[in-house]
């Protein structure tokens, strides 16, 4: 079993850059294919990118796309969140997941994935 820890959350102007990492434990990390969600106070766990297990693959959120760029390691079992022109908007708590195996494409919903980090707090400042 795959267990997750995020980390490079912080405070950012709007504008700025942040880097998530995703340090996974497991030797099981390069057949999972990976997702980042974010949850703001208040509302429901957001998809924001994910990718596949070899890392070919990726898609996005409408309101990430061509800001945020998901890309992974699978020597150091690791999957990345590069995050460029961050916008108020984009604060929030976010996770990294593993994809459920039965789904044969990369899926955007929640309950696609089983396990879950503990989160990074993202807080953006205008």
């Known amino acids: 079993q795959v267990q997750l820890v995020e980390s490079g959350g912080g405070l950012v102007q709007a504008g700025g850059s942040l880097r998530l990492s995703c340090a996974a434990s497991g030797r099981a990390f390069s057949s999972y294919a990976m997702g980042w969600f974010r949850q703001a106070p208040g509302t429901g766990r957001e998809f924001v990118a994910a990718?596949?297990?070899?890392?070919?693959?990726?898609i996005y959120s409408d309101s990430v796309r061509g800001r945020f760029t998901i890309s992974r390691d699978n020597a150091k079992n690791t999957v990345y969140l590069l995050m460029n022109n961050l916008k108020p908007e984009d604060t929030a708590v976010y996770y990294c997941a593993t994809q459920k195996k039965v789904f044969v494409v990369l899926t955007t919903t929640p309950d696609s994935y089983n396990t879950w980090g503990q989160g990074t707090q993202v807080t953006v400042s205008s």
């Open positions: 990718i596949t297990n070899s890392g070919v693959g990726t």
